[in-house]
């Protein structure tokens, strides 16, 4: 934080979009440190930096003074093969509305739950096989969580907080 403040003034958004998935991480793989990896990245570091956050805003800031967004994901509610990702997820949801509680009305916390989003991981055949499931008929694009982040961040959602947006074009509904 003190880095982005030296070279941009005050933070007032702060996007936690770092995640951390492995790919053996069924219960018959996991461990307590691959665990305890995934929730650190996924839900500790995001808890932390809206701490920071929120002790460098004046106690008496007025209201709308930053916004949070977490990114998290439409499976939270449940992550076949994907145990510690799924509940480091599902922690951040939580996390997002406990913020929103307490660090309203000061700073707004939301998040966005994507669903499968086209970033060069996903093959055709696995698109192929995802699409079906999706009413909107196509997978997502990084542009769609953006839109997302940035509608979060705007004065235009002065009055949302605590919220978890899916943006998943039905995915799971």
């Not at 305890?36 to 209201?63: C, D, K």
């Not at 967004?69 to 439409?74: A, E, L, Y």
């Not at 959602?157 to 919220?163: E, K, L």
Request: aromatic share 4%; with cysteine.
């Amino acid at each position: 934080m003190d880095t982005v403040e030296d070279q941009v003034g005050p933070v007032d958004v702060l996007i936690n979009n770092a995640a951390l998935a492995n790919d053996a991480d069924t219960f018959s793989a996991i461990d307590d440190t691959a665990i305890e990896q995934t929730l650190r990245v996924n839900t500790l570091a995001p808890a932390l930096l809206i701490a920071e956050l929120s002790r460098r805003l004046p106690e008496h800031a007025p209201a709308n003074s930053a916004n949070v967004v977490n990114i998290s994901t439409d499976a939270a509610r449940g992550f076949p093969n994907q145990v510690s990702y799924g509940m480091s997820k599902a922690a951040l949801e939580s996390l997002t509305r406990g913020a929103a509680v307490d660090l309203g009305p000061r700073i707004r916390v939301n998040a966005v739950a994507p669903g499968p989003i086209q970033t060069g991981w996903m093959d055709d055949e696995l698109v192929n096989k995802v699409v079906p499931g999706i009413p909107m008929n196509r997978v997502g694009h990084p542009t769609d969580i953006a839109d997302a982040c940035v509608f979060l961040a705007s004065r235009q959602s002065r009055w949302i907080t605590g919220q978890i947006i899916q943006v998943a074009g039905g995915h799971w509904l």
